[in-house]
């Protein structure tokens, strides 16, 4: 599986963005996340779904601000980011995980097997 992420860009705080991930190969069956990663920091955990997409989770920064979402028609996930906050700049990582993990573990970056280029995101204040 192959992901290639877009959508980042340079905002005001207060405003949204919507990152794309898309997918060649077999979509479907892959739990997906999204982590970000700002400077001097390490990659952290923003959001996932378990394969079959009833299940999400949110970390607590962006819980209610954020929302993750797929289209299996299109092989694409996608990140709304609402009322952004200049704490939310990073290069956002797109993921794709084989096993059908735990939320638990689907929090962690070991958990996933493929992952996207990034896209930055920059929040002005």
């Not at 996932?48 to 920064?61: C, K, N, Q, V």
């Not at 092989?75 to 797109?94: F, G, R």
Request: a positive charge; proline letters at 3%.
């Amino acid at each position: 599986v192959q992901l290639q992420a877009s959508g980042g860009g340079l905002v005001q705080a207060g405003g949204s963005l919507r990152l794309s991930c898309t997918a060649s190969g077999t979509f479907g069956s892959y739990s997906m996340g999204w982590f970000r990663q700002a400077p001097g920091k390490e990659r952290e955990f923003v959001a996932a779904f378990r394969w079959g997409g009833r299940s999400t989770y949110y970390a607590d920064p962006v819980k209610g601000r954020f929302t993750i979402s797929r289209d299996n028609a299109k092989s694409t996930v996608y990140l709304q980011m609402d009322s952004l906050k200049p704490e939310d700049t990073a290069v956002y990582y797109c993921a794709a995980s084989s096993k059908n993990w735990v939320m638990s573990v689907l929090r962690t970056t070991p958990a996933y097997d493929y992952w996207g280029q990034g896209t930055q995101v920059t929040v002005s204040s």
